[in-house]
């Protein structure tokens, strides 16, 4: 069964430092989304990207934050300068479709992101 | 804003019988859906199951149901005859029709005893 992977599994970096998160979603998906889950808190919704643009970002997702689908089967989520409040654990997801049919969001095992 | 709420942080079954796990959420959205996630300890949220707001029907999967009550704006997942690989963090989420964010509860874990 095709499933969405996610590389690394931990990462651990120096506040202030660049990371970039990999994800590939599942081949025939089209809509592409990373959340993030801080420890003991909700899942929640970051960013959401469609035809090579972002279709909709939460208020956490600010100019820090950047993603993009630098080939055909990767989708990256880069963090600029890492703080401390950025460790949590970031799941990629994909649907085939946005909203409407077929948008079951299916996602990845997560990234682990620990800023030191 | 919607919002999900779950407020059962830890529920426990013994193998085999049946359980409940409580989601309600807040919305004044006619078109939406619901769904049910589960995140074992290897930490891969896997669907269990999804509700569209505009079937009256309760969906089911083998041994998963839910009970929707659209009025209440309640979404309880039951699972039935539990397993030990049950065992898990069980996650609602809200999805408004036109958007792609999925809004998640807190979540409940559940302990399966043998």
């Known amino acids: 069964e095709p499933e969405v992977t996610q590389t690394p599994s931990h990462q651990v970096t120096q506040m202030g430092q660049e990371v970039i998160l990999r994800c590939v979603p599942i081949?025939?998906?089209?809509?592409f989304y990373w959340y993030r889950q801080i420890l003991g808190q909700k899942v929640e919704f970051l960013v959401s990207?469609?035809?090579?643009?972002?279709?909709?970002k939460s208020e956490i997702f600010d100019d820090q934050f950047s993603v993009e689908r630098p080939d055909g089967s990767n989708f990256t989520l880069k963090i600029r300068s890492t703080k401390l409040e950025d460790s949590a654990m970031y799941f990629c997801?994909?649907?085939?479709?946005?909203?409407?049919?077929?948008?079951?969001?299916?996602f990845g095992p997560g990234t682990r992101l620990t800023v030191l | 804003a919607q919002t999900v709420t779950q407020s059962q942080p830890e529920m426990s079954v013994q193998e085999a019988e049946t359980v409940t796990l409580s989601c309600t959420y807040d919305?004044?959205?006619?078109?939406?859906?619901l769904f049910w996630y589960k995140q074992p300890p290897s930490r891969q949220m896997i669907l269990v199951i999804r509700?569209?707001?505009?079937?009256?029907q309760n969906a089911t999967e083998n041994r998963f149901s839910v009970n929707f009550q659209k009025a209440a704006k309640s979404f309880s997942l039951k699972i039935s005859d539990s397993q030990l690989g049950d065992a898990a963090m069980y996650f609602c989420a809200y999805r408004s029709a036109p958007h792609n964010d999925m809004r998640f509860g807190a979540g409940t874990r559940l302990t399966v005893k043998p």
């Open positions: 509700q569209e707001a505009y079937k009256q």
């Open positions: 919305t004044s959205e006619s078109d939406y859906y």
């Open positions: 997801a994909s649907s085939e479709r946005g909203a409407g049919g077929r948008d079951t969001q299916y």
């Open positions: 081949s025939n998906h089209l809509y």
């Open positions: 990207f469609y035809n090579n643009e972002i279709s909709e």
